[in-house]
């Protein structure tokens, strides 16, 4: 099998083979899917078949991805394998946003182990591991976050499956209100990369599903930022409330 700085490099060929696939298409636009609060392009089934035949062929290791799912235990045992969200912020691809990536990450258990994450539309390859550090195309990364909270920027956003309700909706504000800025992109991959690497400060967002997060995650680990994931109480599969952030000192109850 393949060491660590392999699979690095693996998932690195197959999120820039996927992303150039995604910046050229016009076709891959077409809607297969929408409802009030998703939407499913050809784009994403096209770019996952792509990723994960090239995850497959090389490593041969258990995959979890958005459109084909995977098994749902993964996540509990202590094996390693992929996790993969062909093109996340899709609605923004769809009305030319440029916050869109695909993300890739190989994890154990619930332990990010290498990340990947590009920004094809900037061509931004954000690449980390365990104990290897940070990248943005092959340069080194070191994040720099503020001392203090009131000058921190927060990204979050709210995805079709957390709760909407007036009490979880007055939650979330009291929780967020002690930051400077409050952003959302669409895109949670690259809302943890940009905490990963220092354009932001703070990532938090419910019911979140582990293909949207599992590459940023890697990324925040090897860059020193605390990360909290936790099972969401909604029960479905995949789905985690997660907290990423430059100091640990701002973490929920810390």
Known sequence: MPDQPDYLKIATEAARAAGAVLAEGTDLRTVNFQDAKDVKLKADVESEKLI???????????????????????PTRDELYWVVDPLDGTYNYLRGLPAC?????????????????????????????????????????????????????????FPHGRDYGDTALRGFIKDVQSFAKIRMIGSAALALTYVAIG????????????????????????????????????????????WVGGRKEWLPGG
């Not at 290791?61 to 993964?74: A, R, S």
């Open 101 to 157: 990536c695909v993300s890739i990450g190989l994890m154990r258990g619930l332990e990010p182990v290498v990340g990947v994450v590009y920004d094809f539309n900037a061509d931004e390859l954000f690449a980390g591991a365990a104990g290897w550090g940070l990248t943005c195309n092959g340069q080194p990364l070191t994040p720099w976050w503020p001392e203090e909270k009131q000058h921190a920027v927060l990204c979050t956003g």
């Open 199 to 242: 354009r932001m400060d703070v990532y938090t967002e419910d019911t979140i599903r582990l293909w949207d997060i599992a590459g940023g995650l890697a990324l925040a680990a090897a860059s020193g930022a605390t990360v909290s994931v936790v099972p969401s109480k909604n029960n479905k599969p995949f789905a985690y409330n997660v």
């Open 52 to 74: 994960r035949k090239l995850l497959s062929d090389a490593t041969g290791l258990p995959i979890i991805g958005e459109e084909q799912g995977g098994d749902e235990t993964l």
